[in-house]
């Protein structure tokens, strides 16, 4: 893990977002939700503002019953380096990637992970071809894995 890394905040917190990027969900909002099984991030919550963390659903070991829709949509850590898909500056992955872009700080690997942000919205046309308009019990799986992606999948 990467203990010496700083970077500046560059625009304002939660604006100026690239136009192909826009995100439904907040980091805060979506640690209140329950995201990652309530492991993520767990330590380095002083990197970011206190009252993201008033109401996370966090825990000190991954509990997929922490989600917001009770079930376990995320591959190891592991999978994602083994795969390339982690920067040295985020060695968290995507949502440490994007707690810090909303924050403010804009950088070298911006464009990618706002590429793989748009690559979900597959997922969210499945669920739209798929299901009834607001059956959040209509794959649970897909719905958990949008909102690790600020994806609002409540409201499909």
């Given at each position: ?38 492991r ?5 919550t ?21 989600n ?89």
């Amino acid at each position: 893990m990467q203990r010496n890394y700083s970077y500046t905040l560059v625009e304002p917190m939660g604006q100026n977002f690239h136009p192909d990027f826009q995100p439904e969900l907040t980091p805060r909002e979506m640690l209140e939700l329950g995201v990652f099984g309530g492991r993520y991030m767990t330590d380095c919550t002083n990197e970011f503002p206190d009252d993201w963390f008033e109401n996370a659903r966090l825990a000190a070991r991954r509990d997929p019953d922490l989600n917001h829709f009770g079930v376990n949509a995320s591959q190891p850590l592991a999978v994602w380096r083994k795969r390339g898909w982690i920067h040295p500056h985020d060695p968290r992955g995507w949502f440490q990637w994007y707690c810090r872009y909303y924050m403010g700080r804009r950088g070298p690997d911006d464009s990618r992970q706002i590429r793989r942000w748009r690559g979900m919205r597959r997922h969210v046309t499945q669920i739209e071809r798929n299901c009834a308009q607001g059956d959040v019990g209509c794959r649970p799986r897909q719905r958990q894995a949008l909102l690790h992606w600020a994806y609002d999948s409540r409201k499909i």
